[in-house]
């Protein structure tokens, strides 16, 4: 098939059915046949496979900006996002007040919490003897440890997961009605939460919108108040959706290799290590881009500007250039530069909550079986996250 207006034949097809494993296989023959693919899906769009192409993109923010199309498909938008629509240097004035309360130093103190939310999910689960893990642990599991973050009641975080996943679904399906209504209902969300915390603040070193909000008033750099909304909206959506995607994979592959779940029961000091390479295999995002600013050329191809590229961070994390048998989760890897978190200066603001969560939701799964066996076929969420919508396991709780 040949893309409308470029005169280039698509050489992949990223809206195909996947399973659990059969991105993987796709990705790999890209590294070695097409490492840069042209795609007429979603408008028309590049993608990065290999992970020098991957790290070159997300670190020049010069060639490759954020400011125009930063996910694919694009997204239409009545104003900007920080902190993902800005490059720096102005991307670095929203990062600040985001990075001070989310730094290991000041989430680590949520680690008793988010392993007693994973306790009380998991025992219902084990006292059936198992269930869908993505649906009935992941999703409330990844809701309450973000309400937990920002203060809010989990029945609203839950709301704005419901309506993020409408809103991706939409977005994939291009439909620009059901985006914009989507997007609107996030926006109100946003407001609502940003509004109570003006009226109620809190420590502004250790709650996020307090954060944002002494943020706008900087007298040298002030963020405009309804930025601070578009901010808050923008990190609650990304905040839940990766945790709750990549946690239903860590379960299933837990699931599929017995032998390294004993090894981690008997020696949880392993888990950080596991997390890594789990973080490494099963990286949740595929489609942030970036836009080319001029002609360049990657991977053997010719990217024209005005053009969208996207990062295929689950592919560059099993390039064979980089990692040793790539697709094995080894917990003796070092170094172990993957990118689940990005790299450059958009790199995940969150990536020291998201690697407790892992830590808590893992070790309570763990702790609480003898056995995590496979209880049926995996469903995939679409192109828009990389993960299960639907894990079926089986639980033997432990004695």
């Known amino acids: 098939m040949t893309s409308a207006g ?22 790999a023959e890209l590294r070695r046949r097409c490492p840069v693919p042209w795609s007429d899906a979603f408008g028309g769009f590049w993608a990065a496979t ?45 990062r600040a007040p985001m990075d001070r309360v ?10 008793p919490a988010f392993a007693a939310a994973a306790r009380e999910l998991l025992e219902p689960l084990l006292a059936r003897g198992g269930g869908d893990y993505a649906r009935e642990f992941a999703l409330p599991y990844a809701a309450q440890c973000f309400a937990l ?19 991706s679904f939409a977005i994939q399906e291009m439909d620009r009605a059901r985006v914009m209504r989507a997007g609107d209902e996030l926006y109100a969300i946003a407001l609502a939460i940003v509004e109570e915390r003006r009226a109620r603040p809190r420590d502004p070193d250790e709650d996020l919108v307090s954060s944002l909000l002494r943020a706008s008033r900087d007298p040298a750099r002030p963020i405009p108040y309804e930025l601070v909304v578009a ?63 001029r002609d360049v050329e990657l991977g053997g191809r010719t990217v024209r500007a005005g053009e969208a590229i996207t990062m295929i961070f689950p592919s560059a994390n099993r ?15 070092r170094p172990n530069r993957h ?18 969560e892992l830590t808590a ?23 828009l996250e990389f993960g299960p919508r639907s894990a079926p396991l089986h639980l033997v709780p432990r004695a």
């Open 6 to 27: 470029t005169g280039r034949a698509s050489d992949w097809d990223p809206t195909a059915p996947e399973t659990f494993d059969s991105s993987h296989e796709v990705y």
């Open 50 to 94: 290999r992970y020098a192409d991957v790290v070159r993109v997300a670190r020049d923010s010069g060639t490759f900006s954020t400011a125009v199309q930063n996910v694919v498909p694009h997204v239409p938008r009545a104003q900007r996002r920080p902190p993902l629509h800005f490059d720096p240097p102005e991307h670095g004035v929203y």
């Open 102 to 111: 989310l730094r290991r130093a000041v989430v680590r103190r949520l680690g």
């Open 149 to 167: 973050l920002l203060g809010l009641p989990v029945e609203q975080v839950l709301e704005i997961r419901r309506i993020g996943v409408e809103y």
């Open 231 to 293: 901010t808050v909206r923008q990190t609650v959506v990304a905040g839940i959706g990766a945790p709750h995607a990549v946690l239903g994979s860590a379960a299933v592959h837990l699931s599929r290799h017995p032998d390294l779940q004993d090894r981690l029961r008997a020696d949880p000091g392993l888990l950080p290590a596991a997390i890594e390479e789990l973080l490494r295999l099963y990286a949740p995002y595929r489609v942030f881009a970036r836009t080319a600013t």
């Open 319 to 333: 390039d064979e250039a980089v990692f040793a048998d790539a697709d094995r989760l080894d917990l003796g890897r």
């Open 339 to 356: 990118l689940a978190f990005g790299r450059g200066a958009h790199r995940c603001p969150g990536a020291a909550m998201a690697r407790l």
């Open 361 to 383: 939701a893992l070790g309570e799964l763990l702790a609480g079986t003898s056995r995590v066996e496979p209880g049926g076929e995996v469903e995939m969420f679409n192109w």
